[in-house]
């Protein structure tokens, strides 16, 4: 069971749509971070956030806006995305940003662009 | 910059066997933290195990050990007896204090009845 709950599981959204991913994680972290994933490639860090203040923009384009309304919670909000887009979108957190905090990552959100 | 090498894009163990996976990384850092995690189809990044760049001491959990050799900049994975839900993607990962996880591009295993 993972103990970092992403919904939706899957989303279709067309370009000029608006969706939010949500992200929940009840373990008490302070840090809690946004990834995408393509296929047969790593995760790339998109977001990170610690004590719910965006720490890091990893240059990712406007159309994804990261909201941390509580330090439980973790949403990423899109708009006017591109095909281009279409990835699996992973959430994680960690205990702390310290680079000895393990990542807890969810089971992700199938994004697909039309 | 860092980087981190996984060179094999695919391994094959049989059940029972044992495996090793390969991981070298590049960096000019004395400390930081190694991890290696699987990704099973199931989509979750699952940690198998991490290692500190000053313990000495290779890093055991269960079934899973590290040969972390600091000098040659290699962290590689042996996976004993292995398992069919041993089957998945693994990613090794490089951290040094205030920055990012670094992935490597992953070793697909495949594990034979």
């Known amino acids: 069971d993972t103990e970092v709950t992403q919904t939706p599981k899957h989303l279709v959204m067309g370009m000029t749509n608006k969706k939010s991913l949500k992200c929940e994680q009840h373990m008490g972290h302070r840090a809690m971070y946004w990834y995408k994933q393509k296929a047969k490639k790593p995760p790339e860090l998109m977001f990170v956030?610690?004590?719910?203040?965006?720490?890091i923009n990893e240059s990712v384009p406007s159309r994804f806006s990261p909201e941390c309304p509580n330090s439980s919670l973790l949403n990423l909000h899109l708009h006017a995305l591109q095909p281009e887009d279409s990835a699996l979108y992973l959430c994680a957190s960690s205990p702390s940003w310290r680079f000895n905090s393990p990542l807890h990552f969810g089971n992700g959100t199938r994004l697909t662009v039309t | 910059a860092q980087t981190v090498t996984q060179s094999q894009p695919e391994m094959s163990v049989q059940e029972a066997e044992t495996v090793t996976l390969s991981c070298t990384y590049d960096t000019s850092e004395s400390d930081y933290y190694l991890f290696w995690y699987k990704q099973p189809p199931s989509r979750q990044m699952i940690l198998v195990i991490r290692?500190?760049?000053?313990?000495?001491q290779n890093a055991t959990e269960n079934r899973f050990s590290v040969n972390f050799q600091k000098a040659a900049k290699s962290f590689s994975l042996k996976i004993s007896d292995s398992q069919l839900g041993d089957a998945a993607m693994y990613f090794c990962?490089?951290?040094?204090?205030?920055?990012?996880?670094?992935f490597g591009t992953g070793t697909r295993l495949q594990v034979f009845p």
């Open positions: 956030y610690s004590y719910e203040k965006l720490s």
């Open positions: 990962a490089y951290r040094r204090p205030t920055d990012k996880l670094i």
């Open positions: 290692q500190e760049a000053y313990k000495q």
